[in-house]
T-cell receptor
Framework: AQTVTQSQPEMSVQEAETVTLSCTYD???????LFWYKQPPSRQMILVIR??????QNATENRFSVNFQKAAKSFSLKISDSQLGDTAMYFC???????????FGTGTSLTVIP | ETGVTQTPRHLVMGMTNKKSLKCEQH?????MYWYKQSAKKPLELMFV???????ENNSVPSRFSPECPNSSHLFLHLHTLQPEDSALYLC??????????????FGPGTRLTVL
């Protein structure tokens, strides 16, 4: 079964601090993409960062970076220098190269505290 | 914005009503999706259209009926819904279907309340 687990339903962080959101997934496939999506309150879900499973180097996008541990099937998101605009639901997801369905976790609600 | 629009943004309907949700994408994508988002649950994929053909139908009750008249528009027709169908319904699009696209673009969603 293809599943995504986000074990932290809610998190908070002080502005300018660093926070890490955890994600584990389960798939028997060897090639897939992993994603973190951000859904701000009452706004559209947007892609934060993407990682290809065959790439060992962790993806980074400005203040956002991932820690991809393929053997452990772990894909955590680190947000550095947290800003108020980072307050949102964050969803971890993946799609495999043999399936065509995106699998999403239940989300982590992140609040950045001024 | 992501280039995917949805109307209406909010909808309240009774169990005997018939209504439709509309999605439009301005990105030239070939695949479009309907998801149901409920609190504390993963996004549930409902339907996928690729090149205007339905390619996925994840055991969705027949009271939900999708329609894709062209590659830019997607509808979800609703009929005799149940209160447990209350949720945020998200539309998404991608360049191609599934792995080949490697990114989906989401609309703002329609918040549906069934009384």
């Amino acid at each position: 079964a293809q599943t995504v687990t986000q074990s932290q339903p809610e998190m908070s962080v002080q502005e300018a601090e660093t926070v890490t959101l955890s994600c584990t997934y389960d798939t028997s496939e060897n090639n897939y993409y992993l994603f973190w999506y951000k859904q701000p309150p009452s706004r559209q879900m947007i892609l934060v960062i993407r990682q290809e499973a065959y790439k060992q180097q962790n993806a980074t996008e400005n203040r956002f970076s991932v820690n991809f541990q393929k053997a452990a099937k772990s894909f955590s998101l680190k947000i550095s220098d947290s800003q108020l605009g980072d307050t949102a639901m964050y969803f971890c997801a993946f799609v495999t190269n043999t399936g065509n369905q995106f699998y999403f976790g239940t989300g982590t609600s992140l609040t950045v505290i001024p | 914005e992501t280039g995917v629009t949805q109307t209406p943004r909010h909808l309240v309907m009774g169990m005997t009503n018939k209504k439709s949700l509309k999605c439009e994408q301005h990105l030239g994508h070939n695949a479009m999706y309907w998801y149901k988002q409920s609190a504390k649950k993963p996004l549930e994929l409902m339907f996928v259209y690729s090149l205007e053909e339905r390619v996925e139908n994840n055991s969705v009750p027949s009271r939900f009926s999708p329609e894709c008249p062209n590659s830019s528009h997607l509808f979800l027709h609703l009929h005799t819904l149940q209160p447990e169908d209350s949720a945020l319904y998200l539309c998404a699009s991608s360049q191609a279907w599934g792995f080949k696209s490697n990114e989906q673009f989401f609309g703002p969603g329609t918040r549906l309340t069934v009384l």
